[in-house]
């Protein structure tokens, strides 16, 4: 059994760990490169994806082991590709084969393979399910390096989606996973330290698609092992893919592309207009506590999902408005 004093030694463990990690990379220089997506002006170190993702696979070869070919290889290869991209910035080409490559691993090593279940719909023909299931992985893999432009908020975002994912897990009485959302907020809580404004240390791709990947198979397992609607990570997930997913539909519109450094996300268009990388974490962190609330009372009262659901999707859908007017979409 694993008890919580065991999760606060995670914590501090991984605290230290980037931190000294921090100090190391300062003298060799690893330094977060600054172009014309970049919310920041000095010199912020990167890559601490690999300390807290590390930590999150050591925990979970000591403790749940039978999961090692299904999460944390996948992960650490993900992990590899988006270090070595913080390095030697890969083509896009290059990325989308590898993320390609772990997706279709991912989705092979699944025990069975459920109908993919959205509660108003289900798609159940396998033909269909295995190409779409590899397409929401790829793209929440990239989502995850779109978002991760501003102080906290990938970091936070994902820990709040953790939370909800808890009460699933608990429901389900699926003890395994729990202790692998778990140990995943809390080396991200260790390294939220280092990442609350002003940043003192940034993830890099390390950890960015690292944690696109963790996000979405937690999701797809969720469906196959203990037959959770995909919706409700999908809610979850609100505030990251309703603002990513119009940025690129709005961008493929005005014949951009889309590997291309950019700085037409909301949540970056935020900042632009003036206001504070805190004011923008403090904002995501009540909203998320918002969409938590909505998706775990969808949760617990399936019959009035579709209320909960309009009320996050009008909630999004003004933010998205309200950011328009402080600073207008402009190619």
Not at 99 to 116: E, R
Not at 220 to 241: E, K, N
Request: proline share 3%.
């Amino acid at each position: 059994m694993i008890f919580s004093w065991h999760y606060s030694l995670l914590f501090v463990g991984t605290l230290f760990a980037i931190g000294l990690f921090r100090r190391i990379i300062m003298k060799l220089g690893w330094f977060e490169a600054i172009n014309h997506r970049s919310l920041h002006t000095g010199a912020i170190p990167k890559s601490a994806g690999l300390i807290f993702i590390s930590a999150w696979a050591l925990w979970l070869l000591l403790t749940n082991i039978h999961l090692l070919g299904l999460f944390v290889i996948p992960t650490l290869f993900l992990m590899a590709i988006g270090y070595l991209d913080d390095l030697y910035s890969l083509s896009p080409k290059v990325r989308l084969c590898l993320q390609l490559v772990t997706a279709s691993y991912f989705i092979y090593c699944l025990p069975v393979k459920m109908p993919l279940d959205f509660i108003y719909f289900s798609f159940t023909a396998t033909w269909l399910i295995i190409p779409l299931l590899i397409i929401l992985l790829l793209w929440f893999i990239n989502l995850f390096n779109f978002m991760d432009g501003a102080d906290g908020y990938a970091a936070g975002e994902t820990f709040f989606y953790l939370i909800g994912c808890t009460s699933f897990f608990i429901s389900a009485h699926d003890w395994a996973m729990l202790n692998h959302v778990v140990a995943l907020a809390m080396v991200l809580l260790s390294f939220l330290v280092w990442n609350f404004p002003p940043a003192k240390i940034f993830m890099g791709d390390s950890g960015s698609i690292s944690l696109g990947f963790l996000v979405s198979s937690i999701a797809i397992y969720a469906q196959v092992r203990d037959h959770l609607s995909i919706l409700y990570p999908m809610m979850l997930l609100g505030l990251f893919w309703f603002d990513a997913t119009i940025t690129v539909a709005r961008r493929l519109l005005a014949k951009q592309k889309l590997s291309e450094a950019h700085r037409l996300h909301a949540y970056q268009r935020y900042i632009l207009s003036g206001k504070k990388k805190s004011q923008l974490l403090g904002w995501g962190l009540l909203i998320n506590i918002i969409i938590t609330g909505l998706t775990l009372s969808a949760y617990y009262y399936p019959n009035w999902i579709g209320l909960f659901l309009s009320i996050e999707m009008l909630l999004l859908t003004f933010l998205y408005y309200r950011v328009e007017q402080l600073y207008p979409f402009k190619v």
